[in-house]
T-cell receptor, first 117, second 111 residues
Framework: GAVVSQHPSRVICKSGTSVKIECRSL??????MFWYRQFPKQSLMLMAT?????????EQGVEKDKFLINHASLTLSTLTVTSAHPEDSSFYICSARDRRDEPYEQYFGPGTRLTVT | EDQVTQSPEALRLQEGESSSLNCSYT??????LFWYRQDPGKGPEFLFTLYSAGEEKEKERLKATLTKKESFLHITAPKPEDSATYLC????????????FGAGTQVVVTP
């Protein structure tokens, strides 16, 4: 149980284009999903918190107009990187919180490697 | 401000050589401390949650303990497949579920 998937696993895009990353909780309902980015040899940095049916809350320094987050259902959240630039190249990871009997634990997806050329 | 510090940064072990990883934390109010394992190019894999000082949890060769200031992840008789980066994270009571991660300890177990 508690499986989170991400799609795509890898994406290469040209500078100036937009990319959408999907995060799904496969066997549980997630009222809250989180989006992180991770640079090589560094730990995870939280970008935003996504609650189903409401606007995402962004961490300080994260541009909300550049990283659009939608949490349309209890099993799906999407992150769209708009007008991507090479500095946006990173490993993006989502996590989901199970709303059932372990409310504080987060389960992570496998990550999406974004390369902007 | 919440802080999580992990040590050492890297650890090289011989197969069967037990060791411990440290996670020191400062948080206004602790809701939970989490241990994850991360393999290269993959998302973190959940290992343990500890909620209060004195709590211990075990899973195969791993055992996590918690005090009011730090947590230890003990690896007993490690095998090469235990090679990974181990991440510690804290969740504060006023954090709305957000996790504050440490930088991680990279563990390499050689045969």
């Amino acid at each position: 149980g508690a499986v989170v998937s991400q799609h795509p696993s890898r994406v290469i895009c040209k500078s100036g284009t937009s990319v959408k990353i999907e995060c799904r909780s496969l066997d549980f309902q997630a009222t809250t999903m989180f989006w992180y980015r991770q640079f090589p040899k560094q730990s995870l940095m939280l970008m935003a918190t996504s609650n189903e049916g409401s606007k995402a809350t962004y961490e300080q320094g994260v541009e909300k107009d550049k990283f659009l987050i939608n949490h349309a259902s209890l099993t799906l959240s999407t992150l769209t990187v708009t007008s991507a630039h090479p500095e946006d190249s990173s490993f993006y990871i989502c996590s989901a919180r199970d709303r059932r009997d372990e409310p504080y634990e987060q389960y992570f997806g496998p990550g999406t490697r974004l390369t902007v050329t | 401000e919440d802080q999580v510090t992990q040590s050492p940064e890297a650890l090289r072990l011989q197969e069967g050589e037990s060791s411990s990883l440290n996670c020191s934390y400062t948080v206004s109010g602790l809701r939970g401390l989490f241990w994850y394992r991360q393999d290269p190019g993959k998302g973190p894999e959940f290992l343990f949650t500890l909620y209060s000082a004195g709590e211990e949890k075990e899973k195969e060769r791993l055992k996590a303990t918690l005090t009011k200031k730090e947590s230890f992840l003990h690896i007993t008789a490690p095998k090469p497949e235990d090679s990974a980066t181990y991440l510690c994270a804290v969740q504060a009571t006023d954090s709305w579920g957000k996790l504050q991660f440490g930088a991680g300890t990279q563990v390499v177990v050689t045969p």
